[in-house]
């Protein structure tokens, strides 16, 4: 089974600009979680996506967005870049129960200018 | 309330040497606590998972102790190798958020010298 993909692995943009990043999960998995991951912060928790809706939140501000397809496939947006938004993101599939196990893509790098 | 505190930030063992990671947590609604496993340039795998209803529990090489008073749960690594060189994150999350939303620790970048 193909495991979670994420594109582009790397991401160059400037300040201000805004970024689009892709996730296919696991095939069958309903689930897409997303996680932002930096040096100072750790991992933390950006959002959920079960179903095309959005099932749970984590506290980053508006500029940070996401949908999911008919497919499961997700997208996450971040609008206005800042210099604090230089991270790895990190998209993790699921079943979807809720005592399903995330598993996780090997990220996008993003760098912010 | 929402905060997963893990000890130590970094750890040498030598090859075939115990290694052993701490966590706390104090929200009592925590109800599901992995391990997760990641290497340079990956994203973080899961290792072995449990739940507040066993003290232990064991996958290999890797066991997860569980102190549910205590509010702690640790990670042992025995016969430590020089492969398991990684960061290791313990989680939690809640029935009530889904286990999908989890807070994780600020990891422990383990090296397992030859």
């Known amino acids: 089974k193909a495991g979670v993909t994420q594109t582009p692995r790397y991401l160059i943009k400037t300040r201000g600009q805004q970024v689009t990043l892709s996730c296919s999960p696991i095939?069958?998995?309903?689930?897409v979680s997303w996680y932002q991951q930096t040096p100072g912060q750790g991992l933390q928790f950006l959002f959920e996506?079960?179903?095309?809706?959005?099932?749970n939140k984590g506290n980053f501000p508006g500029r940070f967005s996401g949908r999911q397809f008919s497919n499961s496939r997700s997208e996450m947006n971040v609008s206005t870049l800042e210099l604090g938004d230089s991270a790895l993101y990190l998209c993790?599939?699921?079943?979807?129960?809720?005592?399903?196990?995330?598993?996780f893509g090997n990220g996008t790098r993003l760098t912010v200018t | 309330q929402q905060q997963v505190k893990q000890s130590p930030q970094s750890l040498i063992v030598q090859k075939g040497g115990i290694s052993i990671i701490n966590c706390a947590y104090e929200?009592?609604?925590?109800?599901?606590f992995p391990w997760y496993q990641q290497f340079p340039g990956k994203g973080p795998a899961l290792l072995i998972a449990?739940?507040?209803?066993?003290s232990e529990k064991k996958e290999g090489r890797f066991t997860i102790s569980f102190n549910k008073s205590a509010k702690q749960f640790s990670l042992h690594i025995m016969d430590s190798q020089p492969g398991d060189s990684a960061t290791y994150f313990c989680?939690?999350?809640?029935?009530?958020?889904?286990?999908?939303?989890?807070?994780f620790g600020t990891g422990t970048r383990l090296l397992v010298s030859p």
């Open positions: 993790a599939s699921s079943g979807g129960s809720y005592n399903s196990p995330l598993h």
């Open positions: 095939s069958g998995h309903r689930s």
């Open positions: 996506y079960f179903s095309e809706t959005q099932r």
């Open positions: 929200n009592t609604a925590f109800d599901y």
């Open positions: 449990i739940r507040p209803d066993v």
């Open positions: 989680a939690a999350s809640s029935v009530n958020t889904g286990f999908q939303k989890l807070v």
